[in-house]
């Protein structure tokens, strides 16, 4: 029943994040909102990390297969990618880049604030 619940809650703010999205007509995708309230609900302690964190970890622990729905997606259109190959292969490595380094830079700043002088 824990994992249940824990279900629920994310999905009650990921569904949150699609009402915003639909009613307020943001430029932003409604899973984006639903993840940003989740963060923001967490930094202000109104959703405790111990509240989701069983079905989180499944849910990282799984991530490959979460990403089945957008391969069959792109299976679906190699009519729409022929003769684009190069363009895709380069966006998608110069966007994994761009990721990474963000992602490192913001890992530093986080672990700068936590461990101030070290």
């Avoid at 639909?22 to 990390?49: A, E, R, S």
């Avoid at 069983?54 to 849910?59: I, K, L």
């Avoid at 729905?69 to 792109?74: M, S």
């Avoid at 672990?111 to 070290?118: D, F, T």
Wanted: net charge positive; hydrophobic share 60%; aromatic share 12%.
């Amino acid at each position: 029943m824990k994992y249940i619940i824990q279900f629920l809650i994310i999905l009650a703010i990921c569904f949150t994040g699609e009402l915003f999205h639909t009613y307020f007509h943001l430029p932003v995708p409604g899973n984006i909102l639903g993840m940003l309230l989740l963060l923001l609900f967490l930094l202000t302690g109104v959703i405790k990390l111990s509240m989701i964190e069983d079905v989180s970890n499944f849910m990282l622990k799984h991530l490959s297969f979460f990403f089945i729905p957008a391969a069959v997606g792109l299976i679906t259109c190699f009519t729409i990618l022929e003769g684009k190959w190069t363009v895709l292969m380069l966006i998608s490595v110069v966007s994994t880049f761009i990721i990474a380094v963000v992602t490192g830079a913001t890992v530093q700043l986080l672990m700068r604030r936590r461990h101030p002088g070290e």
